[in-house]
């Protein structure tokens, strides 16, 4: 049975599957239509994505509109953050974070109209992501790490490290 855990934002949840472990290590199904519809999460992913991280690594915060995804850390940890983006919503801006790593077996599912991100606490982070959607750069956009207006506590010992793109977004862009 996989537990359903609730956030602040009525549309996103923590998922934890089963996990079988004995002394060899563990074993957990990451994705089961039934088990995954019958925990309330009735949706078809149309495309796996992988990425590879070290430590200080801020990916994000991204967004596609058109987009949700479920995030899991297969190897490390990351704190995952996420906001939302929906102009209308009234939770607008807000964010929350959430601890996932290779041990507590936590998935995050990230609705469509969030922006999404994770630091890598780690020196080797392996993040796994089923989306909603094939990735296309064109609906891709990103909100600047530090943005004031959102203003998501990001637990960062040292100096980040970004991509030139997420370097690049402006510092007080929202979509």
Known sequence: MIQALPTKFA????FVPDVFEDDRGFFKETWSDPKYAEAGLDLRFAQDSCSWSTRNVIRGLHYDFRMAKLVQCLKGRIWDAIVDLRRNSPTYLQWQGFLLTDRNHKQLFVPAGFGHGFLALD???VVHYKNSV?????????VWWR????????PLVGEPRLSAKD??????FLP
């Open 11 to 14: 549309e996103a949840r923590v």
């Open 123 to 125: 020196d080797e982070v």
């Open 134 to 142: 094939p990735y296309d750069p064109a609906n891709e956009g990103a």
């Open 147 to 154: 943005n004031a207006k959102i203003g998501v506590e990001w």
């Open 167 to 172: 370097a690049a977004v402006p510092e007080e």
